[in-house]
């Protein structure tokens, strides 16, 4: 059972254009949402958080929105670069009871590529 | 500064066989993390380790055997590989026991074949 839905799987995008990720769950106790990126041979790394009081945020060229009625929350990648072409993973964790520790569930990934 | 390191980084076993995938991480963490990666269903926890002393299973725990050794390293044991464990394996590593409420530092990968 799929907690995180993501979309698209692969996503082509032009130099300067803009990149759109796109998720959705179904648990309300999720109340933390990163993104991570990965490169080809390399474990992902973080990129951006939110966290469901707010709206968006905004890291650069990286933006967040998150619309909690929907359930939904989306990355944005605005002026896109070939440097960003990589696999974006959504996640979303609960946090933890006492003494345990909260566990991040991931999305299935979307394949980014930035053209010249 | 290493961060979190494992090995191997490829690994091709027969069915039966079993190995262990080794994970150290140098940066102090509490909670260390096993995940592993298939085409198209991103990435899903099999075991993780809150703190020192303590294991818990996640998603996908069925064939695997793990062992906190101490607080930098966690590995991940195969005790009799089959196809379907065929992956690449992520060690991951956090600071907080709050676990996945700070930043999650993922090793390189291992790439593992069971024929």
């Known amino acids: 059972q799929q907690q995180v839905k993501q979309s698209p799987q692969s996503l082509i995008v032009q130099k300067g254009g803009i990149s759109i990720i796109n998720c959705a769950y179904e648990?309300?106790?999720?109340?933390?949402f990163p993104w991570y990126q990965q490169f080809p041979g390399k474990g992902p790394a973080l990129l951006i958080a939110?966290?469901?009081?707010?709206s968006e945020k905004k890291e650069g060229r990286f933006t967040i929105s998150f619309n909690k009625s929907a359930k939904q929350f989306s990355l944005h990648i605005m002026d896109s670069q070939p440097g960003d072409s990589a696999t974006y993973f959504c996640?979303?964790?609960?946090?933890?009871?006492?003494?345990?520790?909260?566990?991040?569930?991931f999305g299935t990934g979307t394949r980014l590529q930035v053209t010249l | 500064n290493a961060g979190v390191t494992q090995t191997p980084k490829f690994q091709v076993l027969k069915t039966g066989q079993s190995m262990t995938l080794q994970c150290a991480q140098d940066?102090?963490?509490?909670?260390m993390y096993w995940y592993r990666q298939d085409p198209g269903m991103g990435l899903r926890l099999i075991y993780y380790?809150?703190?020192?002393?303590?294991?818990d299973k996640g998603e996908v725990p069925n064939g695997y055997n793990v062992s906190r050794l101490n607080k930098r390293e966690f590995s991940l044991r195969l005790e009799s590989a089959a196809p379907s464990q065929t992956s690449v394996y992520f060690c991951?590593?956090?600071?907080?026991?709050?676990?996945?409420?700070?930043?999650?530092?993922f090793g390189n990968g291992t790439r593992l074949t069971v024929t």
């Open positions: 380790s809150a703190s020192e002393g303590t294991t």
């Open positions: 991951a590593s956090s600071e907080s026991k709050g676990g996945a409420r700070s930043p999650l530092h």
């Open positions: 648990n309300t106790a999720f109340d933390y």
């Open positions: 940066m102090n963490h509490n909670s």
């Open positions: 996640a979303a964790s609960t946090k933890g009871g006492t003494g345990t520790a909260s566990k991040l569930t």
């Open positions: 939110i966290r469901p009081d707010v």
